[in-house]
């Protein structure tokens, strides 16, 4: 599928002319490092989009000309296999940083799940922010930090784990996440595809819903409508999350 464009702004028809002030989840993002007149020079760069569900952003070994902050919705990373299957390494949503390389092209790949809007900065005039204002850097690399303890949790979450233990991390890592954006964390906003999540966590499509179905019939869970998903038992879900 080939990328959105990156040229068009979002659909209001222009660019906020100081988006960074009135960004909704400001204090969770890379602006959170910068104080009022710093973020002014940030939003002098910035380019926000906003753009529908299953659109490429940008793909394995294009270029890394840009980098990338969530505002809203909710975004898909991965990397294609030598055979073809696709493994999804993370889910970020509103306040999550994407497009960190460490050289010229990118890693992986980043395709939107939903409707989501994005800010883009190009990575030239990144750099030179980053040295003028050597606390955006620490930041940055704060946020890569993050990134390769995700990766880390990731790896955990595909060892030895059960089906249901892997569901069970699953629903309990977007709960605890929502927690940190401010949000409820029951109902699990669960806004991916059952392919989707089979990808993420090393399991078939067909898996992913047989233990969605039996998780419901334990009483554990109620699928509701809305792509959320109630966790009716929070201490089994929580003693399965962890392995138990």
């Given at each position: 599928?080939?990328p959105?464009?990156?040229?068009?702004?979002?659909?209001?028809?222009?660019?906020?002319?100081h988006?960074c002030?009135?960004?909704p989840?400001?204090?969770?993002?890379?602006?959170?490092?910068?104080e009022?007149?710093?973020?002014?020079?940030?939003?002098?760069i910035?380019h926000?989009?906003?753009?529908?569900?299953?659109?490429t952003?940008?793909?394995?070994g294009?270029?890394?000309?840009?980098?990338?902050n969530v505002?809203?919705?909710?975004?898909?990373?991965y990397?294609?296999?030598?055979?073809?299957r696709?493994?999804?390494?993370?889910?970020?949503?509103?306040?999550?940083?994407?497009?960190?390389?460490?050289?010229?092209?990118?890693a992986?790949?980043?395709?939107?799940?939903?409707t989501?809007?994005?800010?883009?900065?190009?990575?030239r005039k990144m750099?030179?922010?980053?040295?003028?204002f050597?606390?955006?850097?620490?930041?940055?690399?704060?946020?890569?930090?993050n990134?390769l303890a995700?990766a880390?949790?990731?790896?955990?979450?595909?060892?030895?784990?059960?089906?249901?233990?892997?569901?069970?991390?699953?629903?309990?890592?977007?709960?605890?996440?929502?927690?940190?954006?401010?949000?409820?964390?029951?109902?699990?906003?669960?806004?991916m595809?059952?392919?989707?999540?089979?990808?993420?966590?090393?399991?078939?499509?067909?898996?992913?819903?047989?233990?969605?179905?039996?998780?419901?019939?334990?009483g554990?869970i109620r699928?509701?409508?809305?792509s959320?998903?109630?966790?009716?038992?929070?201490?089994?879900?929580y003693?399965?999350a962890?392995?138990?």
């Amino acid at each position: 599928m080939p990328p959105f464009d990156l040229a068009r702004p979002g659909k209001s028809g222009a660019v906020d002319i100081h988006p960074c002030g009135a960004c909704p989840v400001r204090a969770l993002t890379v602006c959170a490092a910068l104080e009022e007149e710093e973020l002014s020079r940030l939003a002098d760069i910035v380019h926000t989009h906003r753009v529908e569900g299953n659109q490429t952003i940008f793909s394995e070994g294009d270029t890394a000309a840009n980098m990338f902050n969530v505002t809203a919705g909710s975004v898909k990373i991965y990397k294609l296999l030598p055979d073809g299957r696709r493994q999804i390494t993370g889910f970020l949503f509103s306040g999550d940083f994407m497009g960190l390389a460490v050289n010229d092209r990118y890693a992986y790949s980043a395709e939107t799940v939903a409707t989501t809007s994005i800010c883009r900065f190009p990575r030239r005039k990144m750099d030179q922010l980053m040295d003028e204002f050597p606390k955006l850097q620490r930041r940055l690399f704060r946020l890569a930090s993050n990134e390769l303890a995700a990766a880390q949790d990731q790896m955990l979450l595909l060892g030895r784990k059960t089906a249901k233990e892997k569901i069970a991390s699953f629903l309990v890592m977007l709960a605890q996440r929502a927690v940190r954006r401010g949000q409820r964390d029951n109902p699990v906003h669960v806004p991916m595809s059952r392919a989707d999540i089979a990808d993420y966590l090393g399991l078939t499509t067909e898996t992913v819903s047989r233990t969605f179905t039996q998780l419901k019939s334990s009483g554990a869970i109620r699928l509701l409508e809305g792509s959320k998903v109630q966790i009716t038992d929070t201490g089994k879900v929580y003693e399965m999350a962890e392995g138990g």
